[in-house]
Structure formats: structure tokens, C-alpha cells
């Protein structure tokens, strides 16, 4: 089981949630003596788990040979969703920063999953206008009836898609889709290539955006203020968290 790193609680920001307010009409709720908590001010948390890395030792002879020097490792990630209450993921992003102590490039070689789409039907109806045609010599005009034309089309979209494939700063974006909503636990995977004896570290950098849910609509989707905190006896705050990724 997958032991948590960090977990990054956010909200939007004060100004953000006076303005999501006031376009919601709320902005009447806050009065009198102390103030009343809104769900939009509620923390969302996203937690990234422990990354376990393995070394890669059946490497095909062709790159073996074109990185002699080089070591691959295969590194297991985890991140997990959980929107305030009244609210939903409207889209996030996870990326991870590749760096070695003496600036030897490391570099994401393959990722998992690299494209997850979600399939979606869509009915256009195409209506064709009245077409007429006059005949001046004898005062008459041909009309032909209006006609309509349904057709059926297969839509994708993405649900999950990897970025930086070959550099430094691999990334992954979710977003959320008419059939999925961005929750719950996700396993990403990274194929590392790394200077043969030299330790990776990553460094996590998140962003992410909530809408608010009224009547099972969304509105305003608005960033949250990320703020990292370890999973630790102490639980200290981290600003920029970077920890050992490959021995």
C-alpha cells in the first residue's frame, strides 16, 4: 500500500471568493456579527503518495547501447482527489521536476498513461433552408420544402494527458468530463533515464481549479492556493517539495 507524502489542502484565494460570490449572488450571506462559512472557502486536498522506484535491468540491447553510461529506472507515483464540500475538480495539473546533485540530465524516457480520452456522442442536426426559383417571364416561383439531416458524431476528449515526454519536467493534466468527474486515487508511472551512480530528486509542483456546484451545475471555475504539507509527526508546511526519487 502506497504510503502519502504530502498532502496539498486549497481554496481559492480571498479576493477570488468575494468575486465567485458576488457573481453567485452571495454576497449577501456575510453580514452581521462574525461571518458565515461559505463552501467555497472549504479546502480541496490532493495527496501524492510515496514514489517507489525499481531498477530496470532488461533494457533493450539498442538503447543499452546508446546510453552506455546511462541507468533506467522504473518510478510508480500516486496522487489522489478530494473536492470541498459543494464543490468539484474542474481541471489540475501534477508535474515532477527531474534534477540530479551534479546537473546530470535526467530525463523521463516513457510515461503512464501518456493519453486516457473519453468517448462522446454527439446528434448535429443540419436543416437545409427553402430554395426558390422565379421565372419572370411567366410570374411563377418553384419552391423545394425544407429538409432536415441528423447525423451522428464520435467526440473524444482528454481525459488524462502527459506532457514533457523525453525532458526533465514530465507532467500529467486531468480534466474533468461529462462522464468523469476528477476524484479519487490515480497511478502514474515514469521510465528514468539517469547518469550511471547519480541519485534523482523531484521536486512537485501542483495546480488546480474548482467549480462550484449549484443544482448539479458548475460555476465559476476558480485556482486554488496550493499549500503543501508533509505527512509527518510534525506536519510542517513546505513550500517547494522535493524529495529523493532514484537512489
Same mark, same amino acid.
Do not use: N
Given at each position: 500500500?502506497?504510503?502519502?507524502?504530502?498532502?496539498?489542502?486549497?481554496?481559492?484565494?480571498?479576493?477570488?471568493?468575494?468575486? &465567485?460570490?458576488? =457573481? $453567485?449572488?452571495?454576497?449577501?450571506?456575510?453580514?452581521?456579527?462574525?461571518?458565515?462559512?461559505?463552501? $467555497?472557502?472549504?479546502? !480541496?486536498?490532493?495527496?501524492?503518495?510515496?514514489?517507489?522506484?525499481?531498477?530496470?535491468?532488461?533494457?533493450?540491447?539498442?538503447?543499452?547501447?546508446?546510453?552506455?553510461?546511462?541507468?533506467?529506472?522504473?518510478?510508480?507515483?500516486?496522487?489522489?482527489?478530494?473536492?470541498?464540500?459543494?464543490?468539484?475538480?474542474?481541471?489540475?495539473?501534477?508535474?515532477?521536476?527531474?534534477?540530479?546533485?551534479?546537473?546530470?540530465?535526467?530525463?523521463?524516457?516513457?510515461?503512464?498513461?501518456?493519453?486516457? =480520452?473519453?468517448?462522446?456522442?454527439?446528434?448535429?442536426? !443540419?436543416?437545409?433552408?427553402?430554395? !426558390?426559383?422565379?421565372?419572370?417571364?411567366?410570374?411563377?416561383?418553384?419552391?423545394?420544402?425544407?429538409?432536415?439531416?441528423?447525423?451522428?458524431?464520435?467526440?473524444?476528449?482528454?481525459? &488524462?494527458?502527459?506532457?514533457?515526454?523525453?525532458?526533465?519536467?514530465?507532467?500529467?493534466?486531468?480534466?474533468?468530463? =461529462?462522464?468523469? =468527474?476528477?476524484?479519487?486515487?490515480?497511478?502514474?508511472?515514469?521510465?528514468?533515464?539517469?547518469?550511471?551512480?547519480?541519485? &534523482?530528486?523531484?521536486?512537485?509542483?501542483?495546480?488546480?481549479?474548482?467549480?462550484?456546484?449549484?443544482?448539479?451545475?458548475?460555476?465559476?471555475?476558480?485556482?486554488?492556493?496550493?499549500?503543501?504539507?508533509?505527512?509527518?509527526?510534525?506536519?510542517?508546511? &513546505?513550500?517547494?517539495?522535493?524529495?529523493?526519487?532514484?537512489?
Amino acid at each position: 500500500m502506497t504510503e502519502e507524502l504530502f498532502v496539498a489542502s486549497g481554496a481559492p484565494s480571498e479576493l477570488d471568493a468575494l468575486l &465567485v460570490e458576488e =457573481e $453567485l449572488g452571495l454576497a449577501g450571506v456575510r453580514h452581521g456579527v462574525g461571518e458565515v462559512a461559505l463552501p $467555497l472557502r472549504d479546502p !480541496s486536498h490532493i495527496s501524492i503518495g510515496e514514489p517507489l522506484a525499481l531498477p530496470l535491468d532488461d533494457v533493450p540491447a539498442q538503447i543499452a547501447d546508446a546510453h552506455p553510461d546511462a541507468e533506467f529506472w522504473q518510478v510508480g507515483l500516486s496522487c489522489s482527489f478530494q473536492a470541498a464540500p459543494g464543490s468539484r475538480f474542474a481541471d489540475a495539473r501534477l508535474g515532477v521536476e527531474l534534477s540530479t546533485v551534479d546537473g546530470g540530465g535526467a530525463v523521463a524516457m516513457d510515461m503512464f498513461p501518456t493519453l486516457i =480520452e473519453e468517448q462522446r456522442t454527439v446528434t448535429v442536426t !443540419s436543416t437545409a433552408g427553402q430554395a !426558390s426559383f422565379g421565372f419572370d417571364a411567366i410570374g411563377a416561383e418553384l419552391s423545394l420544402p425544407t429538409r432536415e439531416q441528423t447525423t451522428e458524431l464520435i467526440r473524444y476528449s482528454g481525459r &488524462v494527458v502527459a506532457f514533457g515526454l523525453g525532458g526533465d519536467r514530465p507532467a500529467w493534466s486531468f480534466q474533468r468530463t =461529462e462522464q468523469r =468527474e476528477i476524484a479519487g486515487p490515480h497511478r502514474l508511472y515514469l521510465l528514468v533515464r539517469k547518469p550511471r551512480g547519480t541519485a &534523482v530528486h523531484a521536486r512537485f509542483t501542483l495546480s488546480a481549479r474548482v467549480e462550484f456546484v449549484i443544482g448539479g451545475r458548475g460555476f465559476a471555475p476558480t485556482d486554488l492556493v496550493m499549500l503543501f504539507r508533509k505527512r509527518t509527526r510534525t506536519g510542517e508546511l &513546505v513550500d517547494a517539495p522535493t524529495v529523493p526519487l532514484v537512489p
